[in-house]
């Protein structure tokens, strides 16, 4: 069973910059929603109860943003605005939330390896900020289910464009049953020329607490930062670890473009504001 999951939240948005420079990325709204409320939110409805957030310097806002906010609560409730205030309040008693601060950006491997002590030793979701990711079944829940079947830690993987496959980890893999891969290598954001197919990880993992032990051992790798790709190239050595194509449409909202449309999406699916926002675009 799975109860935990790791969502790290300490890199330094530089490609949203300036908007990143007093802001965390996760912040960033898709119209009024923060990105980093998707993923908690995906991560509930998948029955997870214990959430832990890899912050870092500048990173408060995130914080403040799951706790009550009194003076807030107090001027809707005076103001006789209580849909905007059950909202407010409903933020804040989402799921038990626990923050553990990376002291410097030394990449994603680092900062999953800091929720060790929290994680302890069971097996733990990874959920990170930049995927949105729209899906009936939620994706790291789809990911649970499979890890309840095969007992291995599992990776979120989708097709990318062949001009994109140097932004991914990318896995080298068979297809056992329908949409699920055996991992045989897995290389971080290789050139093109090197990757040993387009099948890139998503962010989604489920991972056993032995990905703890691999991150350790794992030196610098791409950006001079310790890559999480890096430490389960060092897990595959010892156990078996397993791909799946989720169902479902991903949004890399860390990316302009991929923010840009997911705003769009979710814009023409709300009701209080697809008409205009279809009628803008055709225009
Ligand atoms: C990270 C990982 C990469 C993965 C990607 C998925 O890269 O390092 O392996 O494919 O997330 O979004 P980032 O996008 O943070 O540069």
Redesign the pocket.
């Known amino acids: 069973m799975i109860r935990k999951a790791v969502i790290p939240a300490a ?1 330094l948005g530089t490609r949203f910059l300036p908007a990143t420079k007093s802001m965390p990325k996760e912040m960033l709204p898709i119209i009024d929603k923060p990105i980093i409320q998707f993923v908690v939110e995906e991560a509930i409805a998948s029955g997870i109860e214990d959430i832990i957030i890899i912050t870092g310097r500048g990173k408060r806002a995130i914080e403040d943003y799951f706790d009550t906010s009194p003076e807030l609560e107090t001027h809707l409730l005076q103001n006789g605005k209580y849909e905007l205030l059950r909202e407010v309040k409903d933020i804040s008693s989402l799921a038990d939330i626990h923050y553990i601060r990376q002291k410097e950006p030394k990449g ?1 491997g680092d900062a999953v390896l800091k929720a060790e002590k929290h994680v302890g030793d069971e097996p733990f979701a990874v959920l ?1 900020g ?2 949105i990711i729209k899906a009936d079944i939620p994706c790291i829940k789809q990911l649970m289910n499979l890890f309840e079947k095969y007992s291995k830690p599992m990776i979120a993987v989708e097709k990318v464009p062949k001009e994109k496959v140097s ?4 896995i080298k893999g068979r297809e056992i049953e329908k949409s699920v891969y055996f991992v045989d290598d897995i290389i ?2 290789p050139p093109l020329e090197e990757a040993p197919s387009n099948i ?4 989604r993992y489920v991972f056993t607490p032995e990905i703890f032990d691999c991150i350790t051992e794992t030196p610098p790798g ?1 950006g001079n930062e310790i ?3 890096d430490a389960i190239r060092i897990l595959i050595e010892e156990e078996d670890v397993y791909g799946y194509a989720f169902e479902g449409k991903r949004y ?1 909202a ?1 990316d302009k473009i991929g923010y840009v449309k997911a705003i769009v999406d979710f814009a023409l699916e709300r009701d209080d504001l697809k008409e205009e926002v279809a009628r803008y675009i055709k225009r």
């Open positions: 890199g994603l990170l930049d995927d932004s991914y980890g990318i971080e954001k890139g990880t998503v962010g791409k890559q999480l790709t890399d860390g």
